[in-house]
């Protein structure tokens, strides 16, 4: 028995019948397996958030009823294990980057970083300040920068769908472009490993300050400081016997 | 607000050894053939709303002993608020406690103006006072949701309180955004009054949200008169009068244990004298206790923005010229408290200004509710549950930016 040609077949208005190739007159579609693929990781990118502070209620509220990240298939979920991207909302401290990078370390490959408003880009205001480290791309590798203070739903969307072409691009083997923090193309700044090198040398002879120096200097994993640490003389000891 | 279901009846949970909780308890004196598990909650964990962190010791599933520690968000900003010119300081402090960030702002010129002198004009008293009533709205919303997503999934399907009240607290911050151009850090506030004026259309914004808010808060609070709930909270998390007064607790805490005191009504500022603010008392002292005074609390401050929208007097909105150079304020030697009533309680300001720097505030004390709360912990979790812990912890409601600071 002939197989009927189904020719006024429409196209389904589904992401999935984007890839396929519907044969006229069979009822089956032909793709690649890595375009399924593709279509797969973009559309269902679980979010690990790593919300500390203002953009972490921000990532709530894109998360809850009015923007709603489920509408491009990015779930919420409060373990490392399951997730692709971490979005890292808020001020990241000292104390908190070792933290940070123990969960990132948890997550599964392939894995994307996003970083959330003006402090997990580069520190904001508090870039100055003893306990807070001057932006979370000197602990982890990110992607996707989110500017702003704190950036609306809406800009974290837009910075997820930015995340998901840059995923199709490297499924696809093509050129990635690399990205930038968006404070430098704006302004010129001292550079932050510069600025540690500095602190470091002003306060060598403390050596509590070097101790916590030396613990924040662990976490530059992408830009090592150059020259080490300088040397440390033993101070001279003080009061006792004498 | 009257919950009305009987609590389901289940069989009660002992522990293995009965005891007062003691939050200095030597772990080597207790029994000894007890097999302690140390479980250490946070800093990253969906409940704990932010970067708290506690070390639980669990005899079985009863917690004998928590310890808290905090400073994983300490961002120095009372060392930097002392570098800082009076008129730059504002925009800092919206992201102390950045539910609340109106009262932040408010509270911080409050004390600039005391310490310079300065009579704010009355529109800007009114604009003030409604902006935190509205304010006060959006945090406890963001409040409920988040205590009921704690509750889990015997809430119908556990984020679903949730998001209905995100819902309603968008309509909250689409009229904020409307004044100020932010949904939030506003930076509206400066010292001798306030930034934006109130722009056509803008009173009927408010009424519409208000309206709407309080429409649907009665249909699903129905979702919260669930056995369970009451189950989950009522006897939970309980702090008498006294613990709490000695803890320092305030606002809807303090309320919740029976205390009655409000700031609003008992030192006004603003232009709460003019008001009658109704406080909310509740005897519980248990996390539903907390719940009915927040929603009370929710009530209230809807009635007090009608009140206050309609009756916005007109006249200049600050006492000072527009800012042109930063170093515009200059104040002269003294110290100065200022404590107003934020979402959580008592947020008070002691400022010390010195004659060597009279644009720069020597001394800048931020006095924060939310370290008092989280500073309850180990008062109240021994004897509970694991997961009585995360109940608690929700209706404490500490909001780490303002912990750590």
Redesign the interface.
Known sequence: MAVKPNEDARPFEHPLYDYLERVPGLDFAITSVDKLLTWGATNSMWIFPMATSCCGIEFMAAAASRVDLDRMGSIVRGTPRQCDVMVVAGTITVKMAPRVKRLWDQMPEPKWCVAMGSCAISGDFYRDIYSVIPGIDVAIPVDVYVPGCPPNPEQLMAGLIKLQEKVRLKRAGLPVPKEERPEALERTITPRIGRIEERLKASAQDPVSRAQLESAQRLYVRVPVEGGVPEVKPAKPTGGAE | MAVAVEAVATAPVVPTKAFVPDPYLDLDTYEADADLMTLSLG????STH??FRVVLYLDGEIIVKAVPHC??????VE??CEKLAYSNITP?LD?ND??APMLNEQAANMAFEKLMGIEVPLRAKYLRTLLAELQRIASHL?WL??FAMDLGGALGGGTSV???C??E??LI?DVFEELTGC???YNTHHVGGNRHDIPPGWPKLVHEALDTIESRLEAYLVMLEHPIFVDRTKGVGTIDAQLALELGLSGPLLRASGVDHDLRRDAPYGVYDLLDVQVAVDGGGDCLARYKVRLAEIRESIRLSRLLIDNVPQGPLSATKPLNMVTQFKAAAGQVYVGIESPRGELGTWLIASKDKPTNPYRFKIRPPSLHAAAAVPYVFPGHTLSDAVAILGSLDPI??EVDR
């Open positions: 800093p990253q964990h969906p932010g970067v400073g994983y968000l300490h961002r120095g060392k930097l800092v992201k950045y539910v963001l949701g988040t949730f998001m209905y995100f819902r607290r968008e911050l949904r939030f850090h780490m930016g």
